[in-house]
């Protein structure tokens, strides 16, 4: 049986959940037909930080689609920098070992004049280095938000030395660094106060590629966060525990955006990964332009081809620097909590019937975690475990209702039910799935149903299934912590390497 704390804890959070749907409930009516934005109602997320500190993950948000309002948290395990490469400062730029410097940085002067723009050996910690190849010295004051940019070169070899001193403590989210458009300092202190954070070099050919997890919250699609506390200690274990690059996705919530919003930002987020590797490639082909080069007699900059292909690409696009240096999307794993399962295997699926259209992203593998599956024929499970912990049945009819729209609410929806004769493509056309249950989670009949009738195809889809282990346990352990949490986490780890390692490094258990 659970522990005390779960139950009690259980008991809190199935009244407040039932108090906040019974509202959404009420108010739908009124805004329907209406926009709004994603709903926050789970609370302040855990903010990013874009360095590695003690647990060895640098975190980073992005918006991929402005008008849709999908936004990601990039989670990059250090294991991704050489092993000349040390993570060190607040803002997590690389030092590099053989290349110290032995004089007094505190004697150092700004171009501009006045006082120093580095801070002494005892702040500072040593030189940070940029691994564009200029030195990176940040210094942050508490409450004034002040940094310094010393040694990054334009594209005429000088050198820019710039003081920062806006407050951007207001900007939500920390926007790639563009390293081929920063022709002006302008612009270079835009991107620098925007962004803040580690900066690999993404034309170098010997970076660590690592395997991307793609990875989708749960909260029966009316709740829930990316960057809420439970699923951001989650994704930093798994992007360690895996070696790979978690993308936590935050899609469109109900009731302000029914189905099928929440389905099609997590296909969008796949196609937004396939246009960053063919432009992250596009833009490393532009390095080796000469300087000197010409089109119809008039001479261009890199920046200006730079521009013409972001607007080929959409307009809107710029190479998020992470993904280009470190990730590989041909090794892609879909994750899904919960609701969140359900929208890995609607993506699954859509990217199976994409085939070559997302290349070069290719899904190898996903994972269904207690997916919230339903269905019109009641299993054991749901009769017996009908009441169970967090969230029981009848909560969950309440989430599908709001989600669903009114003219097309079944419990046999496509959305619902994996099973339906109607769902495309065929079985045997899936990635391997593994599944994930808890012994006392009411839905879990089904999901093991859906697993075997992938194995029934030859498909590899072993069940997972955890004793005295309820509805999120896995996710809950940052609040509650369990073994099972922890034997989840590495059993997924060492499923997910025998289809994420390299050829050479296949990984056996």
């Known amino acids: ?43 302040n997320g855990v903010p990013a930080r874009a360095s590695f500190g003690d647990d060895g993950v640098a975190t980073k948000d992005i918006h991929v689609d402005q008008p849709a309002a999908i936004s990601l948290r990039i989670f990059l395990p250090d294991t991704a920098l050489s092993q000349e490469q040390e993570k060190t400062g607040l803002f997590g730029f690389i030092n590099r070992k053989d290349n110290e410097h032995k004089d007094d940085p505190s004697q150092r002067r700004s171009s501009y004049g006045g006082e120093s723009t580095v801070p002494s050996a005892e702040q500072a910690g040593g030189y940070r280095r940029n691994s564009y190849g200029g ?48 022709g002006s300092q302008g612009r270079l202190k835009e991107d620098v106060a925007a962004y803040r954070g580690y900066l690999p070099d993404i034309s170098a050919p010997s970076a660590k590629k690592l395997p991307i997890i ?31 690059i978690v993308i936590a996705v935050g899609y469109r919530l109900a009731p302000e955006h029914k189905y099928p919003a929440a389905f099609d930002d997590g296909f969008e987020v796949l196609n937004w990964l396939a246009k960053q590797a063919n432009l992250a490639e596009c833009s490393k082909s532009l390095q080796h332009i000469p300087p000197g080069f010409s089109r119809s007699g008039s001479d261009i900059h890199r920046s200006d081809l730079h521009r013409e292909l972001v607007d080929s690409f959409g307009g809107s696009d710029v190479v998020e620097p992470w993904l280009a240096a470190h990730g590989d999307p041909t090794r892609c794993v879909l994750l899904g909590v919960s609701s969140g399962g359900n929208i890995a295997d609607y993506v699954a699926r859509q990217a199976v019937q994409a085939g070559k259209l997302l290349e070069p992203v290719k899904i190898v593998a996903q994972v269904l975690m207690y997916p919230f599956f339903l269905g019109s024929i009641p299993t054991h499970s749901e009769i017996k475990l009908s009441n169970s912990y967090f969230f029981d049945k009848p909560t969950c009819l309440v989430a599908w209702k709001l989600f669903l729209p009114e003219e097309e609410f079944s419990l046999d929806h496509p959305a619902a039910n994996p099973l339906v004769a109607m769902k495309a493509p065929p079985l045997q056309s899936m990635p391997p799935t593994l599944t994930i249950v808890g012994e006392l989670d009411w839905m879990k009949d089904r999901a093991i149903a859906y697993s075997e009738a992938l194995r029934r195809v030859n498909l590899d889809a072993p069940v997972l299934e955890y004793k005295d282990a309820v509805h999120e346990f896995a996710t809950l352990d940052f609040l509650i912590k369990s073994r099972q949490a922890e034997a989840c986490a590495e059993d997924m780890a060492i499923w997910i390497k025998k289809y994420i390692s390299l050829k050479g490094h296949e990984f056996s258990y």
């Open 214 to 244: 793609v990875q989708f919250h749960g909260g029966g699609f009316v709740t829930g966060r990316k960057d809420s506390a439970a699923n951001d200690t989650f994704c930093k274990r798994m992007a360690k525990l895996c070696d790979a």
């Open 1 to 43: 049986m659970p522990s005390v704390v779960v139950k009690l804890y259980s008991v809190f959070f199935k009244a407040l959940l039932k108090h906040r749907l019974s509202n959404f409930s009420a108010s739908s009516a009124s805004n329907e037909g209406g926009y709004s934005p994603i709903s926050n109602i789970s609370g």
């Open 135 to 182: 030195e990176v010295l940040m210094r942050a004051r508490r409450g004034t938000h002040r940094y310094s940019l010393v040694g990054l070169s334009n594209e005429h070899g000088g050198q820019l030395v710039e003081s920062l001193a806006d407050d951007t403590s207001d900007l939500p989210l920390h926007m790639p660094f563009d390293p081929l458009s920063h």
